[in-house]
């Protein structure tokens, strides 16, 4: 009872933000995200009857119980629908820059919920896998595709219609988007406490959802017309908006840091300059940069001229889901 997945993360061009369910990962708004060629985590999972409690290894060592306890809800999900109660070994390797702000959670329990599912002997559809892959990390039912990819809020209270589908496959259209490390100066605020308190307490947040459909149109558009422009300037407007949200919200806070607006007035000054660049920036201060291909180097090198940034990871769309064949690195009995 044993299987590996290969998953990759993405990055949302209109942003999930708000849940309406915090149990179920039910998003208030639909989504929509570019899933990533570069960075995926690989995961090995092995149900066997020898084990007394689920067991998690991450990039070769033993997890953290903090750690493994998010995993294990994620494992008595899928024993629940399965009606299997064994534990597992889980061994799971992350090709994920996470100090680049590059969330590993939405690969990392993309691959999770595909490969236990798959071990546990689960006959399965994608869309069924995006919603329980949704319970690890909402933005990782996004994952679970390739290319470019929309996250439907769905209306029932169970979530079973809260799945993401692919909106255009990787290879139909070519994009650049260069991830930027900046040196994390603060602790981060989580996506989920932002989110609960932006909802709660930001009068801007109404303001957010009464525009984010309207700007999810118009980004589909962009996307079916391969329409760079009209897709940068949403998906810049967006992310503005949402945190405008977190600005608003009792007490303020915010994400950027100095350094993020040094990056955000780099793009500003490239498209004055005549090069399409667009900038968005999820819940931390680092910054990812959109670009053409044909643009890519000349935008990478003005970025990585600013001082206080780090690194820029060139990055385009990338697959879906994959299945390994079983590594067995980590042994249960
Ligand atoms: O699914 P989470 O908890 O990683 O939340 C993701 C939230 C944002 O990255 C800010 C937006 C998004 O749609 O990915």
């Not at 017309?225 to 949200?245: D, I, P």
């Not at 490239?270 to 643009?295: H, M, W």
């Amino acid at each position: 009872m044993e299987a590996t997945a290969k998953a990759h993360t993405n990055i949302a061009l209109i942003k999930y933000w708000g849940k309406r369910d915090e149990e179920l990962f039910l998003p208030m708004n639909n989504s929509l995200s570019i899933t990533l060629d570069q960075f995926y985590t690989i995961t090995s999972v092995q149900f066997c009857e020898c084990l007394t409690a689920d067991k998690f290894y991450l990039n070769e060592t033993l997890a953290t119980d903090d750690e493994t306890k998010k995993i294990s809800e994620l494992l008595d999900l899928i024993r629940k629908l399965s009606g299997v109660k064994m534990f597992a070994v889980v061994d799971s390797l992350n090709k994920v820059p996470t100090a680049a702000g590059f969330a590993s959670s939405a690969s990392g329990f993309a691959a999770l919920a595909a490969a236990a599912t798959k071990a546990i002997g689960m006959d399965i559809d994608e869309q069924t896998l995006s919603t329980i892959a949704r319970r690890g990390s909402g933005s990782a039912c996004r994952s679970i595709y390739g290319g470019y990819v929309e996250w439907q809020k769905g209306e029932l209270l169970d979530g079973t219609d809260s799945y993401a589908e692919q909106v255009l496959h990787e290879k139909e259209w070519d994009l650049t988007i260069l991830s930027v490390l900046l040196e994390p100066k603060e602790k981060k605020i989580l996506s989920r406490e932002g989110m609960r308190r932006s909802v709660e307490t930001s009068p801007f947040y109404q303001g957010w959802l009464e525009t984010v459909d309207e700007d999810l149109e118009v980004a589909k558009q962009a996307i079916n017309e391969r329409n760079f422009e009209m897709l940068g300037e949403v998906l810049e407007r967006n992310a503005m908006k949402m945190h405008a949200t977190t600005l608003g919200a009792n007490p303020p806070f915010m994400y950027w840091q100095s350094a993020t607006f040094d990056v955000m007035e780099k793009v500003q000054e490239l498209r004055e300059s005549g090069f399409r660049a667009y900038f968005t920036i999820d819940a931390g201060p680092n910054v990812k940069v959109l670009c053409q291909p044909k643009d890519e180097e000349y935008v990478r090198g003005a970025l990585m001229a600013l001082t206080p940034v780090q690194d820029v990871y060139t990055c385009h769309p990338g697959p879906g889901i994959s299945y390994l064949p079983h590594t067995k690195r980590k042994t249960c009995c």
